[in-house]
């Protein structure tokens, strides 16, 4: 009886510690990487970029101006190479964020860059983001 008590908490330990492990995935601090600018006039940008299910990495650009209902052409790249484009306009707050999925480059550091250009004022955000392999 004793040896089976033993048996049942060294198996219950043992559960636990592989409970973490088998839940679902989350992005972890190692797998993102987050980086912030200013613009050429007023407005400030933030660059997200994540690991993501298999070869994809999530990629979210925020621009922060402070005018509502400007319109923004926004461009993103993979290792210089354009894979997204759109026009957005800044809601009410003067926000403007994109949010776009790109294939990993395997083997290396993936640099993905973004930029945004005001259509009223002619402003532009750089923004560049680094997403090791």
Avoid: I
Avoid at 32 to 59: F, H, I, K, P, Y
Wanted: proline share 2%; glycine share 6%.
């Amino acid at each position: 009886m004793r040896s089976l008590t033993r048996l049942s908490v060294a198996a219950l330990v043992g559960a636990a510690t592989l409970l973490p492990m088998s839940s679902a995935s989350a992005t972890s601090a190692a797998d993102a990487v987050t980086r912030s600018g200013a613009c050429s006039a007023s407005s400030t940008w933030t660059m997200r970029a994540a690991e993501a299910q298999g070869d994809v990495a999530a990629l979210r650009l925020t621009v922060d101006s402070t005018r509502a209902g400007d319109t923004w052409n926004v461009r993103m790249l993979r290792q210089g190479t354009q894979f997204f484009a759109t026009q957005r306009t800044t809601n009410a707050q003067g926000d403007v964020t994109v949010t776009q999925s790109a294939r990993e480059v395997n083997n290396v550091d993936d640099v993905y860059t973004a930029t945004a250009r005001n259509l009223r004022s002619g402003e532009t955000c750089s923004a560049r983001v680094v997403l090791p392999d």
